[in-house]
């Protein structure tokens, strides 16, 4: 059974930073594509950045490009968000999604396309 598991959430003052990781246990690594999904209250869930399963092709919403960078580790097992000058807009819930990849350098920012959750992390972007 394949399982995520979000960590690195917190709050911050606007201009801050933190790093969101998503371990993943269970299934094979190698053969996810993933993402970074948030959502803020009242608000849709939506997509944030995503990640071929080999790493090399990422894609970003235009809200965050510059500022928030996604990654990726298979000796870790773990995929992360760095995510720099952070803003009160970012404040959301923030899940991580992997599914199986046929193509490796096929990458998803649908939330429909994803098969797998995580439970989420808050942030939070506060003066």
């Known amino acids: 059974q394949v399982q995520l598991a979000e960590s690195g959430g917190g709050s911050v003052q606007p201009g801050g930073s933190l790093r969101l990781f998503c371990a993943v246990s269970g299934g094979r690594f190698s053969s996810y594509a993933q993402g970074w999904f948030r959502q803020a209250p009242g608000k849709e869930r939506e997509f944030v950045a995503s990640?071929?399963?080999?790493?090399?092709?990422?894609q970003y919403t235009d809200a965050v490009k510059g500022r928030f960078t996604i990654s990726r580790n298979a000796a870790e097992n773990t995929m992360h968000l760095q995510m720099y000058n952070l803003k009160p807009e970012d404040t959301a819930v923030y899940f991580c999604a992997a599914r199986v990849a046929q193509r490796s350098h096929d990458y998803y920012n649908n939330p429909t396309s994803y098969t797998f959750w995580g439970q989420g992390t808050q942030v939070t972007v506060s003066s």
């Open positions: 990640i071929s399963r080999s790493g090399d092709f990422t």
